[in-house]
């Protein structure tokens, strides 16, 4: 497995790390904690030294979860979390004070069983707390060697600006795939100025880039693409024109949509590091052979043209998560 350091303060990592939120949460009813910790062991063994989790998965138990699949093998990975809403519960609000900051650390560390957390997310930007205060929190952290390095999830660039002049800021993680470019407007720049990594979560756009769902698709009650307007039955028919470009490379390169899609993200720039997360041993080492796959700048190109002659449809978040996105 190839790697890739995060930001300027040394984070090494594998080059795909596995967001494990999926394995019991946000996606229907994910896989048995047995299921799951097998999941992530047989990822490190093929090389994986990074992963993600929040203490709002579940909420708690995919913390669980990782701790007691890492444990073994604790000081050869990175684990990243998250803190950053009331009592873990996305649907109770964002609550970022510094002194909630210190609890969920304490917590999670107890929880992934762990003296100290890699790598440590504001999961959203709270508007009801200065991040200055919020970056000194961590920053307190980080000199007692509870936090190695500090991470936001989802910010603005004065949001990202504020709190590196305060703690520096290792990685952002935000949504970025071929099915959600916005990042390149003003995030990357900013980020390759600062000197800060950049972790891609739903780099598959939530597996609408695999080309495994279609207008016929039937999702859970309890998966949250059901709530998403980029997959409603119309936009999942109007959006099908990506699948069928990525598909068609695939085609050539003898690989499948889900590598090209994560060889496009790692070909953007050597400090990025995608998250795809699955339940499938299958997909997991489908997904890996994604960093063998080299698309050359001819390829690139040719995405680059078609995707920009297309229009893709809907909103990437529900109404009720809308208002947790970072305007400031």
């Known amino acids: 497995m190839q790697k890739r350091t995060l930001g300027h303060r040394g984070l090494e990592v594998s080059a795909l790390g596995l ?13 048995s904690k047995e299921e799951s910790i097998k999941l992530i062991r047989h990822a490190f063994d093929l090389g994986v030294t990074f992963f993600d989790t929040a203490e709002t998965y579940g909420p708690f138990t995919n913390e669980e979860i990782v701790g007691e699949a890492l444990q073994p093998i604790r000081d050869q990975v990175v684990i990243a979390t998250k803190f950053g809403f009331q009592e873990g ?8 004070r510094p002194e909630r900051i210190r609890q969920v650390a304490e917590a999670s560390l ?8 890699d790598l440590f997310y504001q999961h959203r930007v709270d508007p009801s707390v200065p991040m200055e205060e919020v970056a000194g929190a961590v920053k307190d952290l980080i000199a007692e060697g509870k936090v190695r390095h500090f991470g936001l999830s989802e910010a603005s660039v004065p949001s990202i600006c504020k709190a590196h002049a305060v703690q520096p800021v290792t990685a952002l993680q935000s949504e970025y795939s071929l099915f959600w470019r916005e990042p390149e407007q003003e995030i990357l720049p900013t980020l390759d100025a600062l000197g800060i990594g950049f972790v891609p979560f739903a780099p598959l756009g939530r597996g609408f880039l695999t080309g495994k769902i279609d207008e016929s698709t039937a999702f859970a009650d309890n998966d949250m693409r059901k709530s998403v307007p980029r997959f409603t039955e119309e936009n999942r028919k109007a959006n099908h024109a990506l699948v069928t470009l990525i598909s068609g490379i695939a085609q050539e390169k003898k690989a499948t949509p889900a590598q090209v899609a994560l060889a496009w993200l790692l070909a953007q720039k050597p400090w990025i590091v995608p998250i795809p997360g699955t339940t499938k041993t299958s997909r997991l080492e489908e997904n890996l052979g994604g960093t063998a796959l080299e698309l050359t700048p001819t390829d690139l190109a040719n995405i680059e043209r078609a995707t920009s ?16 996105v970072d305007n400031q």
């Open 19 to 31: 967001g494990c939120m999926g394995l019991n949460f946000g996606y229907g009813s994910g896989i």
């Open 89 to 96: 519960v996305a649907t109770q609000g964002l609550d970022s």
């Open 110 to 117: 107890k929880r992934l069983r762990t003296d100290r957390i």
């Open 309 to 324: 002659e297309m229009t893709l449809h809907g909103d990437r978040y529900s109404p009720a998560m809308q208002r947790y």
